[in-house]
């Protein structure tokens, strides 16, 4: 009786590497995208992932895997292949996987689940610190209700410039005057007109932000979302290539918990983008005649107490002061002032953000 060869992982690795996934246009092992190999006889089971789930894409990559099995290891092999979608798995935002964007470390969400809590200026200062301390920054603010990024940089009157890059034209990003390249819903129409922007075309318009702009090599890419949780922004957060997200509050109840929807939506099994922490904005008033003085208006370690309820970090608790609104209104993220407790405090919580990515064996840089 002759004895059947085994098969062996390294067969199924070089069968599997004849199939292309098509969005990333790298094979299914070198993208690394094959995982859980078990082998017995000739039953060869398997995880794939998916970066396109729509069912005619699955059944192709399936049936190309089979194929592939069976003309390089052996005519009688059976397939046991489980989909899961791409985004399930952690490494999956690694830059080198990303179609787009390959040259950007890292790319940070933030969100707010309610509007007006400060979400755009805890970014505009995030982008600002992270600059400060020496790294590369972009921002996308797809902001679609309210894009407020031009004003808060001061490049109100300025557009995107266009660029030929091996052979496709793209657009580059305008740069403020402290060095954070940015792109804004706001340069391709007016505010007014903005609040218009639903579902698909605003999907569209970002996906434009992350495809036909030419960013060059970013440590961080922030990307300011429109506040709440709705259809918009699920489809927005599970288009964009994000190694995390952050979410905005502030500290009363009624924030709360539409700061809870937020996390929760990072953390849907189909989204699953690590929650790098919750910040607590307009924490406590500061007059500005009296610096030592700190009130408590909208209650106290609100955002705080979320935070250790939902087991994710608390990055920083900025205080509500007058100089921060009128440096956003001026163009200048307060982040950037002299020796204030805005300032500080703002800074704090920049270095939380690139501490925490780096605890979470996140960082690139
Ligand atoms: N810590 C703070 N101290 C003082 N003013 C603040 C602070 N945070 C935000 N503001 C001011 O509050 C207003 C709303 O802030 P911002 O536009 O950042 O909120 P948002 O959550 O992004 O709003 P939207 O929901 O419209 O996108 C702005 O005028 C801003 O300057």
């Known amino acids: 009786m002759s004895q059947k060869k085994m098969i062996t992982e390294e067969q199924v690795k070089e069968g599997l590497s004849y199939v292309i996934e098509p969005d ?54 059976d397939a046991h292949i489980e989909v899961k979608p791409l985004s ?9 996987q990303r179609k787009h964007m390959s040259k950007v470390k890292h790319v940070v969400a933030v969100a707010s689940g309610k509007g007006g809590v400060g979400k755009s200026t805890v970014t505009a200062n995030l982008a600002a610190g992270l600059v400060k301390k020496g790294y590369k920054v972009g921002l996308i603010d797809a902001d679609i209700y309210g894009p407020s990024m031009p004003m808060m940089f001061d490049v109100v009157h300025d557009k995107p410039g266009v660029v030929e890059v091996d052979g496709r034209r793209m657009m580059t990003p ?17 505010p007014e007109q903005a609040v218009v922007w639903r579902g698909p075309m605003a999907t569209k318009a ?76 307009m924490s406590y008033f500061v007059p500005e005649d009296a610096p030592d003085k700190r009130y408590h208006i909208f209650g106290k370690d609100g955002a705080k107490n979320l935070a250790e309820d939902l087991n994710v970090n608390l990055l920083g608790q900025i205080p509500l002061v007058q100089s921060i609104r009128e440096a956003s209104d001026a163009g200048r993220p307060a982040v950037l002032q002299g020796d204030t407790i805005q300032a500080r405090e703002l800074m704090k919580f920049t270095e939380e953000v690139v501490r925490t990515l780096q605890e979470k064996k996140m960082s690139k840089v």
């Open 88 to 96: 399930e798995k952690p490494n999956d935002r690694e830059p080198e």
């Open 24 to 77: 990333l246009k790298k094979n299914l092992i070198e993208a690394n995208l094959v995982s859980d190999i078990k082998i017995e006889g000739n039953n060869v089971a398997f995880v794939l992932r998916v970066n396109n789930p729509a069912m005619h894409n699955r059944k192709r990559i399936v049936d190309a895997c089979e194929h592939y099995l069976k003309q390089h290891v052996s005519e009688d092999i």
């Open 206 to 281: 970002l996906q434009q932000m992350f495809q036909d702009v030419h960013w060059g090599d970013l440590d961080y890419m922030l990307i300011d979302l429109p506040p709440g949780t709705g259809d918009v922004h699920l489809t927005l957060v599970n288009e964009a290539p994000l190694t995390g997200a952050i979410v905005v509050s502030t500290p009363q109840a009624v924030a709360l918990s539409d700061a809870k929807k937020g996390v929760s939506m990072f953390q849907l099994e189909n989204i699953n983008v690590p929650v790098l922490g919750i910040v607590e904005n």
């Open 174 to 190: 305008v740069e403020s005057p402290w060095g954070v390249k940015m792109i804004s819903i706001g340069f391709f129409a007016d």
